[in-house]
Nanobody, 121 residues
Framework: QVQLVESGGGLVQAGGSLRLSCVAS????????MGWYRQVPGKQRELVAS???????NYADFVEGRFTIPRDNAKNTVVLQMNNLKPEDTAVYYC???????????????WGQGTQVTVSS
């Protein structure tokens, strides 16, 4: 019913930049928020940044001003601009959307398939 498709991951040197993009499609009635999480093997998935439908953003402490979610995205799209990347940013990055599908009364989270980000030192 709902698909989240990510793009933009890859390999970059420390200090470089990457731009991740995620598009949600399907039987979407409304989206409360979209954002990005990341996960490394053996660790829990953690929030990187999120953007609500009202335009509020939330960033993890480790972002330290290096990552940005632009507010002026296309409909049902969330972008993560990552600058000054560090080797410790290496992870699989997952797109997340809190949304309500057509005909449903419940808001629930949906996930993309993940995109690998590797930062070399």
């Amino acid at each position: 019913q709902v698909q989240l498709v990510e793009s933009g991951g890859g390999l970059v040197q420390a200090g470089g930049s990457l731009r991740l993009s995620c598009v949600a499609s399907g039987s979407i009635y409304s989206i409360n928020a979209m954002g990005w999480y990341r996960q490394v093997p053996g660790k829990q998935r953690e929030l990187v940044a999120s953007l609500t439908s009202g335009g509020s953003t939330n960033y993890a402490d480790f972002v330290e001003g290096r990552f940005t979610i632009p507010r002026d995205n296309a409909k049902n799209t969330v972008v993560l601009q990552m600058n000054n990347l560090k080797p410790e940013d290496t992870a699989v990055y997952y797109c997340n959307a809190l949304l309500k599908t057509t005909g449903s009364i419940m808001t629930r989270p949906y996930w993309g398939q993940g995109t690998q980000v590797t930062v070399s030192s």
